[in-house]
């Protein structure tokens, strides 16, 4: 039940050649509020490694650091996270309580916005990564309607404030009867919003973490085909997300996900020259 991914970064990549075009894998530009530690983010190639359960996911780390200290690489980071088991598909929780993971791509979007083009990228896509404290005592001592308008979604069952459904579209143009907006202006739906980007969308698939009071919170991983969409939804959320009260980003890094490899085949097989 182990899955893993590699991607490399931005400067293995150019120093590979690999096929990447290279606007499609630069390190991300700082954000306003960022607290980054660069000893926890970066690096050259990235394993992301997920099982059901723990003991799988030691052995194969203790072994792929092995073989990468063996080639000559040292390990910079790693990090655990953790998601709740939910039954039948359902959309899990992260640590302020909310259902994350609700508005994910479908199949043809996926194929428009996070996987590559036909050719050498088609299963290939970039994944950026953030390591985002996340103050959920603060968070938890608002009364639930205001962590509602926080997030622009129901903590119970997690639609939009404008629907009755998880999975209704959020609607960012309706309005109250006084003409304000459903969906407040600092809402991190809102802003998060793909009408907001061309319908751009990015495949979520976040983790939490637990490293002990005061240092826990999301793992956001999202994978897209060009990483500039990441910027400038963190930087529409930067400026106004009423969420920036109580996260902070702690770490980051942005890689390359090579193609899965074809039977007898070699990861990145088709990107080389
Ligand atoms: C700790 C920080 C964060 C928390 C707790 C959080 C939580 C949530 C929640 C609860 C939702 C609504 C349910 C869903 O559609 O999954 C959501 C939606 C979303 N978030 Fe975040 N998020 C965080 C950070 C970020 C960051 C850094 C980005 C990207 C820069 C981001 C991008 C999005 C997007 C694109 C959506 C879907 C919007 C839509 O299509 O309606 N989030 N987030």
């Given amino acids: 039940g182990l899955s893993?991914?590699?991607?490399?970064?931005?400067?293995?990549?150019?120093?590979?050649?690999?096929?990447?075009?290279?606007?499609?894998?630069?390190?991300?530009?700082?954000f306003p509020g960022d607290r980054l530690d660069p000893a926890r983010g970066g690096g050259d190639l990235v394993i992301q490694l997920c099982a059901a359960d723990r003991w799988p996911l030691s052995v194969v780390a203790e072994q792929a650091g092995a073989a990468a200290r063996a080639a000559?690489?040292?390990?910079?980071?790693?990090?655990?996270?953790?998601?709740?088991?939910?039954?039948?598909?359902?959309?899990?929780?992260n640590l302020f309580g909310f259902k994350d993971g609700t508005a994910n791509p479908n199949g043809p979007e996926g194929g428009q916005w996070v996987w590559g083009p036909p050719g050498p990228h088609e299963h290939g896509?970039?994944?950026?990564?953030?390591?985002?404290?996340?103050?959920?005592?603060?968070?938890?001592?608002?009364?639930?309607?205001?962590?509602?308008?926080?997030?622009?979604?129901?903590?119970?069952?997690?639609?939009?404030l404008t629907g009755t459904a998880e999975h209704d579209e959020p609607d960012i143009y309706a309005k109250n009867p006084d003409g304000s907006y459903v969906l407040p202006a600092t809402a991190h739906v809102r802003l998060s919003s793909p009408r907001l980007d061309g319908g751009a969308r990015m495949l979520r698939r976040g983790y939490s973490y637990d490293d002990g009071p005061g240092d826990r919170g999301?793992?956001?991983?999202?994978?897209?085909?060009?990483?500039?969409?990441?910027?400038?939804?963190?930087?529409?959320?930067?400026?106004?997300?009423?969420?920036?009260?109580?996260?902070?980003?702690?770490?980051?890094?942005?890689?390359?996900?090579l193609p899965g490899a074809p039977a007898g085949g070699t990861l990145g097989e088709g990107l080389f020259g």
Avoid at 6 to 28: F, I, K, Q, S, Y
Avoid at 129 to 140: E, G, L
């Fill in 125 to 160: 896509t970039v994944l950026v990564y953030r390591r985002i404290r996340m103050d959920t005592a603060a968070f938890a001592a608002l009364p639930m309607d205001r962590q509602e308008q926080v997030m622009g979604r129901r903590a119970g069952d997690g639609a939009p």
């Fill in 72 to 93: 000559g690489a040292t390990v910079r980071w790693t990090q655990s996270g953790f998601l709740a088991r939910t039954a039948g598909g359902a959309t899990p929780r």
């Fill in 218 to 257: 999301l793992l956001f991983c999202a994978f897209m085909r060009d990483p500039a969409q990441f910027t400038r939804v963190q930087n529409r959320l930067a400026a106004r997300d009423a969420l920036n009260a109580f996260v902070e980003h702690t770490a980051s890094a942005v890689a390359y996900v």
């Fill in 4 to 30: 893993s991914l590699v991607g490399v970064g931005p400067g293995l990549a150019a120093r590979l050649g690999l096929n990447v075009p290279p606007a499609l894998l630069t390190e991300l530009p700082e």
